[in-house]
């Protein structure tokens, strides 16, 4: 969904709310084992750092290069064995492709921006703090965006303890599946 609106001063500002689209563009991979899962309706993350999560976008459009006003990411936590801290990066290039192997995911560009969130351990849509730097490197880089992508990746800590799921994509009709929220 793209909300167009016109300010005071005559500029004009929008919002986007995208909600993950396919199968393939979410998953994760763990780093313990070298392995790789984008077809899962559950997105582990955390264990130790080991389980590092990817959810990509389409359909991306802010003309130009605007100032981000705000930026999050929802997720649908599905069980939890405790609070869980990540950092919030996306993919530092112009047109993210989702990973397809272990290899691919680890290979990817992350931004210099990112967000640390504890996601807490709490069943249920899960808000993360603003990520609005995030977003803005991205667009500052690679904007405008017309029809693009745009892919967070979660990069646990080394002393999260047991993992966490997510729901994804593939959970009952995507009602669950990630979401990305920007205002310009």
């Known amino acids: ?39 899962t309706a559950l997105l582990s993350y955390g264990y130790n750092g080991y389980l590092s999560l990817f959810a990509r976008w389409i359909g991306i459009t802010i003309p130009g290069k605007p100032a981000i006003l705000s930026a999050s990411v ?30 691919t995911a680890i290979a990817k560009a992350l931004t210099t921006a990112y967000v640390t969130w504890t996601i807490p351990a709490t069943v249920g849509w899960q808000t993360s703090p603003d990520i609005s730097a995030v977003i803005q490197e991205i667009v500052d880089e690679h904007g405008p965006f017309s029809n693009g992508a745009m892919m967070m990746i979660f990069s646990p800590s080394a002393s999260d303890g047991d993992a966490n799921n997510i729901r994804a994509f593939d959970y009952s009709g995507n009602l669950h599946g990630p979401k990305l929220n920007i205002s310009w």
């Open 1 to 39: 969904m793209i909300i167009n609106r016109v300010g005071s001063m005559g500029l004009s500002g929008g919002a986007i709310a995208k909600q993950v689209e396919a199968s393939a563009d979410d998953g994760y991979w763990y780093s313990g084992e070298s392995s790789f899962n984008n077809s």
């Open 74 to 103: 929802q997720v649908y936590v599905a069980d939890t064995m405790g609070a869980v801290t990540v950092r919030i990066y996306f993919n530092n290039v112009a047109a993210p492709t989702s990973p397809t192997s272990y290899a």
